[in-house]
């Protein structure tokens, strides 16, 4: 120990206000340190919004009200009137599908949660904040991954208990979650982009009136090859078609339209998401780097 | 003095934005336009203006929020374009909005907080409970912030920016919107955080608040430090105090003016909607009581006569020229 004044001990002996921690010792310089305090960051803004779900979860329940009740009103309302390719049960052509849009739409829900914290200043404070950057972002990737694990959970759960089940396999089943969790975590870099770039939590609503098209036009609901034949290609290049197509080959309820794109469907589940997140990954940090602007 | 005393310089700050509307048009909002700013350390320092002036584009461009276009700036001795991030560790700020977790309670958003501060869990904790003691949030520690009032909603996001003790705080217009008992609040924690050594910057656009609170003021027009100086020393550019009496009937206005005028120092000035004549006196008392003898000799009816000192009011009218247009809506 030395007996030289540093700035910071020299602070403390004059600091009116000696309960206060000091910076200088929670700040140790070197990478390795600094990978960790980024981790620490991500994982104290991720507690965050599990702290949300804990105090209010209600939210959880409104979240999955909207599949929960669609795989009832589909399955049993129009199930017997819906058409499946080559006869197919449609309740079990609509579960993949549920899935699928339940990942598609929870890029909402991140766009809601970035708008609210950037109307309301917490995103500011965290920027004055000597934090890592990346945590913002990133901490908000690994609660809406958490929550996508608990909505797939229970959603599957429903499923069983109306008589569904994967026939494809264990393995195979593990890899249409992965495929949908793929699907959502590229839709995380949308969200972020979006709430950024929205004034406010009303406009961010308003946002519902393209989405609810976007995954309509889709394989989640009807078949491409049933539609009339100039949209179907358009539902069967929907990146969330590939998803659904993915994962009914996956759960062993393969449902094909015999194009390209659908007989690759396991490839472009995969290629999709990458493309979405290559995208929207850098506009989303080009877009928090703006906020300085 | 030696630079090392101020916790807060700026020199020479530009800023603009590039205007929404004419995007790619290239035409700009110029909100800082060499914005010359010197705060002592240990201090209440005023930023002083009307909506639209600058405060907020200041503040965020100082504790780095906003990247400026030109101009220097030191915050706790460390140059802000330079190392951002040691500034980060040295400041805390309070935004015009309360940035707090709404859905978290009050200890939730303190113990978060304090572990994005790196404090560690325990730490945290234990900074969290202080810090809801000396802001008397105890009682509703436990409480969703939705359910908190204005006032203590301020007070939590004082305490948040609290959490490391800053050297430099910032705090943009920490009472608009309050009610004027949660005012004073904010105003007591202002004081109590001075009290323990912190550097405060306060913008408002309350005249009367950079009065209470401040002990010295930079008044900003237009993106530019127009004034600086003492309350006191504001308010004497305008003048001492001031002689002001209202009378009964508008005939006897002039007759009024003309009684204050013998006393004056400066020429009177009517106002005849309100029936007001005031001018400035050097011997206030005396010159009090020989008005008032005078109207009463005179036969004069007046509704009102005191002293009123100068406020900073008419401080900005005389450096601006123009009205502060929030003030004059309120
Ligand atoms: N993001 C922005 N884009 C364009 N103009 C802005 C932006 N923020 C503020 N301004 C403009 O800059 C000027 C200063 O604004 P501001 O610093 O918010 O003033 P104050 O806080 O004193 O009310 C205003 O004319 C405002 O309209
Ligand atoms: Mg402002």
């Not at chain 2, 009472?175 to 009290?195: F, I, K, M, N, S």
Request: net charge neutral.
């Amino acid at each position: 120990m030395s007996t030289v004044k540093t700035e910071e001990t020299e602070k403390r002996e004059t600091d009116p206000n000696p309960a206060a921690p000091h910076p200088g010792d929670l700040y140790p310089a070197g990478p390795e340190r600094r990978l960790y305090w980024a981790l620490a960051d991500c994982w104290n803004v991720t507690r965050r919004t599990l702290t949300h779900y804990q105090r209010q979860p209600v939210t959880i329940v409104w979240q999955l009200g909207f599949p929960i009740v669609s795989v009832l009103l589909y399955g049993f309302v129009f199930g017997e009137a819906m058409a499946v390719p080559g006869d197919g049960d449609y309740r079990e052509f609509l579960m993949p599908g549920m899935f699928a849009s339940t990942m598609a739409f929870g890029f909402m829900g991140t766009t809601m949660a970035v708008v609210t914290d950037s109307t309301k200043g917490v995103i500011d404070r965290f920027r004055s904040m000597p934090m890592a950057p990346s945590a913002v972002a990133a901490g908000r990737g690994v609660s809406d991954l958490l929550v996508a694990c608990a909505e797939l959970t229970i959603l599957g759960v429903t499923a069983l208990l109306i008589g569904w089940e994967a026939e494809g396999g264990a393995p195979a089943a593990a890899g249409a979650f992965g495929l949908l969790l793929l699907l959502r975590f590229s839709l995380i870099w949308v969200g972020v982009w979006l709430g950024l770039l929205v004034p406010n939590a009303e406009a961010a609503g308003g946002l519902y009136a393209v989405a609810f098209p976007l995954t309509m036009i889709s394989s989640i609901f009807v078949a491409p090859s049933l539609m009339p034949s100039w949209l179907g290609p358009v539902a069967a290049w929907n990146p969330v078609s590939s998803t659904v197509t993915a994962t009914r080959e996956l759960f062993g309820q393969p449902v094909s339209g015999g194009t390209w794109i659908e007989e690759n469907a396991v490839l472009m589940a995969v290629v999709w998401p990458l493309v979405i997140t290559a995208v929207f990954l850098p506009l989303a940090v080009r877009r928090f780097q703006a906020l300085s602007r | 003095m030696s630079a090392t005393d101020y916790a807060v310089r700026a020199e020479g700050l530009r800023k603009r934005y590039a205007e929404k509307k004419t995007a790619g048009g290239g035409a700009y909002k110029l909100a800082l336009d060499g914005f010359d700013l010197a705060v002592r350390a240990g201090t209440v320092h005023g930023l002083l203006g009307p909506n639209g002036a600058g405060k907020t584009t200041a503040v965020r461009a100082l504790a780095t929020l906003l990247r400026f276009d030109g101009g220097r700036a030191e915050v706790a001795g460390v140059d802000v374009a330079r190392d951002p991030r040691l500034v980060r560790r040295r400041i805390g700020l309070a935004g015009q909005y309360a940035a707090v977790d709404e859905v978290m309670t009050g200890r939730q958003n303190l113990e978060m907080f304090g572990r994005l501060f790196h404090l560690g869990g325990r730490r945290a904790k234990a900074r969290a409970g202080e810090l809801l003691e000396r802001f008397d949030l105890v009682d509703a520690a436990d409480k969703s912030v939705g359910a908190y009032s204005g006032g203590m909603r301020r007070r939590l996001d004082l305490a948040a920016s609290m959490i490391l003790a800053p050297r430099v705080l910032f705090l943009d217009e920490p009472t608009t919107g309050l009610d004027p008992r949660g005012r004073g609040e904010v105003w007591d924690a202002v004081r109590a955080l001075v009290a323990g050594g912190t550097t405060v910057l306060l913008t408002t656009q309350y005249l009367e608040e950079a009065d209470k609170l401040a002990s010295r003021i930079t008044v900003i027009d237009r993106g530019r430090a127009i004034a600086d100086d003492t309350p006191d020393g504001l308010k004497n550019r305008v003048g001492g105090d001031r002689v002001e009496v209202v009378v009964a009937r508008a005939a006897d206005l002039a007759a009024a003016a003309r009684v204050i005028a013998r006393v004056s120092v400066t020429e009177p000035e009517t106002d005849e909607v309100a029936l007001r004549a005031h001018a400035q006196v050097d011997d206030r008392v005396a010159a009090l009581t020989e008005v008032a003898r005078t109207l009463q000799d005179e036969g004069i009816a007046v509704e009102d006569i005191g002293l009123r000192r100068p406020s900073l009011d008419d401080v900005f009218l005389r450096l601006t020229g123009h009205r502060a247009e929030l003030e004059a809506a309120a």
